[in-house]
């Protein structure tokens, strides 16, 4: 399939879960379960758009690297069991490792703690011409930070700055970084993995039922689903405050993952294709050079 079919498919499948700051956004609008107009029925087409797709991104992404002048910044973020792994690994199966980069941020280190809550995520920004992926980031500040308090107590942050409006000023600064990145050519796309309640229970399920599975489980997980609703508030709140038309969150269903990686290769897509990529041209002198390398090595015995 043409490039520029992918591109117009690829609109209308990202299109509806794109949040951009310009309309009033409420979670409970978006359905963990929505699948379009696919059925579990189209799972092979499914499998089939994902696999065009994938080729399409590996393409895109060759041309980024060779013309290496942007960059684009991947931010996932979803409650447990949610499926960011699963479809960071589909969805990227056909990049060329050389220009992706993947980094998942756990608990900060005490060097962390001794820092600004985004010094650990500038360090791992992506090069010009490539691809970084952030396997949860510094959001994390603005909801697991905001949910457990104990947490932004033990932060090092002077009492005077932990005031009622802490988290307006971190979507604030979150808001101008984002902005400073677009200016500089970092292309940011960020993902929220909208699971549903009973789809986590399920998938926490098959992790304790199935022993090849247990190594995904952690007790800390089913103690987190305790804060379900806080964490959905959190969430609204930080999507509906740092949503902007550069720098979009895609609140993507995710209670179907075959469905969910459709729509984050769609995305991917659109965001890639908005940046006129292509191979560098050879200008005259390059062209002498490889018309003199090219007799050099016919001439060779």
């Known amino acids: 399939m043409k490039l520029s079919k992918v591109l117009s498919i690829s609109h209308d499948i990202a299109k509806p879960y794109l949040v951009d700051g310009r309309k009033k956004f409420r979670l409970k609008d978006y359905d963990p379960a929505d699948t379009a107009n696919f059925t579990s029925a189209d799972k092979p087409r499914a499998k089939e758009a994902l696999t065009i797709g994938i080729d399409a991104l590996a393409e895109l992404q060759d041309m980024l690297y060779a013309q290496d002048r942007w960059s684009v910044l991947l931010i996932f973020q979803a409650m447990d069991a949610a499926g960011k792994d699963g479809a960071i690994k589909h969805v990227m199966s056909g990049v060329n490792p050389q220009g992706c980069q993947v980094y998942s941020f756990k608990a900060p280190t005490s060097e962390d703690l001794d820092h600004d809550f985004l010094w650990r995520c500038v360090k791992c920004l992506p090069e010009r011409g490539r691809i970084g992926i952030f396997n949860r980031s510094y959001y994390e500040e603005t909801l697991v930070v905001r949910v457990h308090k104990q947490i932004l107590e033990n932060q090092k942050l002077p009492p005077s700055l932990i005031t009622k409006n802490i988290w307006d000023d971190r979507f604030e600064d979150i808001r101008n970084f984002e902005k400073y990145l677009t200016r500089n050519g970092v292309?940011?796309?960020?993902?929220f993995l909208n699971v549903s309640r009973e789809e986590q229970k399920k998938r926490f399920m098959e992790r304790l039922d199935h022993p090849e599975k247990n190594w995904k489980f952690s007790a800390a997980d089913v103690k987190e689903r305790g804060y379900w609703d806080d964490y959905m508030d959190a969430y609204q709140d930080m999507i509906r405050n740092t949503s902007t038309p550069d720098c979009p969150w895609y609140v993507v269903p995710a209670d179907n993952k075959w469905y969910t990686r459709i729509v984050i290769a769609?995305?991917?897509?659109e965001a890639l294709g908005s940046?006129?990529?292509?191979?560098?041209k050879v200008n005259a002198a390059m062209r002498e050079e490889l018309r003199l390398a090219r007799e050099k090595l016919v001439g060779e015995e």
């Open 187 to 191: 292309i940011i796309r960020k993902f």
């Open 266 to 269: 769609a995305a991917i897509i």
């Open 275 to 280: 940046l006129d990529l292509h191979y560098p």
